[in-house]
């Protein structure tokens, strides 16, 4: 049986909106000379494209070395449709409304809510007709809802969720049959992974690791996000840095989660000063001004992810490892700090750096799922 393999011409067709959605403007020429497909295929290509308003012409552009007449340059259609990019956190619910090229249109966020599973189905599709009108004129309209899940996913099923009682609650089928598009759930690590790559296009190998309540991180390798056996790739937070230290609720002593989560920081920081009302940014406005204990708790903080980002680049090999925290954030030479102290001949060449997109990323990294979904393509550059 080989009725769904795809055709030929749908594998050119999406290696041309791929190519164009990564390369804005684009000419045909160009794109034959890049695909490798002969000028007469791509020109019927892209007519058709046209024709189904998911690229548009936008006008000419350079004229070529030997003359002639300018080419007329293609770009994604960003009013082909929408996707809707949901962070279901642990007592709130943040959405984004976003084109096919990443341009968001609208955000909303709902502080401080019970996300309790009697209740978050139909909440969510309360939540998102509510935001839908306001959602702006595109030929397909919703393309697809991507929902990112603070806990542990596989194949679109939630099976460990430590903040919240979602686990085996089916929210993408019911979402789905209710607002006839697919929808993705993801855990927000491979999201923030999706999202830091989608903003570039010369890393290929790239490791985001995110530092809140716990600490996680996802892995993009050679432009794929890489998911392991069970969808538990990238639990660092449970990656053992002293041996028979503080026992961790995952059965094992010593984990990283254990010595350097946004959670810990604040829980030694307020045991420290007798403030019990501190949050982050005092700590890391204390350590700006070079008061104890601020400094100290950073400073072991650093050393800590410093032994986990060694151990990762020792692991993985990649380009970047970039740091997603709202410490990371508010003190930005944290990220150079971890940087210095990778000084083997291997580790020293992977770059530590802060994620581009800051309290953004999870949403963004949504949008890029759906999107990447409905065009059918593996990679695409965000315009966030
Ligand atoms: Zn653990």
Request: charged share 20%; proline share 4%; hydrophobic share 40%.
């Amino acid at each position: 049986m080989f009725l769904n393999r795809p055709t030929m011409r749908e594998q050119n067709e999406n290696l041309i909106i791929e190519y164009i959605a990564n390369h804005k403007p684009s000419s045909r020429m160009e794109i034959s000379d890049k695909i490798g497909l002969n000028k007469a295929s791509v020109s019927e290509i892209v007519k058709n494209l046209l024709n189904r308003h998911f690229i548009e012409e936008i006008g000419s552009g350079e004229s070529t070395v030997q003359g002639g007449r300018r080419p007329i340059m293609l770009q994604l259609n960003k009013k082909a449709g929408f996707v809707l990019s949901i962070d279901l956190g642990y007592n709130y619910i943040d959405i984004l409304g976003c084109y096919l090229n990443g341009e968001s249109w609208e955000r909303k966020l709902y502080p401080f809510r019970d996300i309790s599973r009697s209740s978050i189905v139909s909440d969510l599709k309360l939540i998102i007709t509510d935001f839908m009108k306001h959602a702006p004129e595109t030929v397909y309209g919703l393309t697809g809802i991507t929902v990112a899940i603070h806990g542990m996913v596989f194949e679109n099923a939630i099976y460990f969720t430590p903040y919240y009682d979602l686990q085996d609650l089916p929210i993408a089928e019911a979402l789905s049959e209710h607002f006839d598009v697919p929808v993705f759930l993801e855990n927000e690590a491979n999201l923030l992974a999706l999202a830091d790559h989608a903003c570039t296009d010369t890393l290929h190998n790239i490791i985001s690791v995110s530092v809140h309540s716990g600490v996680g991180a996802g892995i993009i390798l050679d432009d794929q996000l890489y998911r392991g056996e069970k969808g538990l790739s990238g639990e660092i937070g449970h990656m053992v840095v002293v041996p028979n230290g503080l026992s961790c609720p995952c059965g094992n002593h010593g984990c990283l989660e254990q010595y350097c989560s946004e959670k810990v920081l604040l829980d030694h920081y307020r045991h420290r000063t007798g403030n019990a009302e501190a949050i982050i940014p005092d700590i890391c406005h204390a350590y700006h001004n070079g008061e104890q204990p601020a400094v100290q708790l950073i400073h072991e903080m650093i050393q800590y992810m410093a032994i986990a980002m060694n151990n990762i680049a020792m692991l993985y090999n990649p380009e970047t490892i970039f740091i997603n925290s709202e410490v990371s954030r508010l003190i930005p030479s944290f990220a150079d700090k971890i940087q210095q102290q990778l000084s083997s001949f291997i580790a020293d060449k992977v770059k530590v750096r802060q994620s581009i997109l800051g309290e953004k990323a999870i949403l963004f990294g949504g949008a890029a799922l759906a999107t990447m979904n409905f065009l059918n393509i593996s990679r695409m550059r965000l315009e966030p």
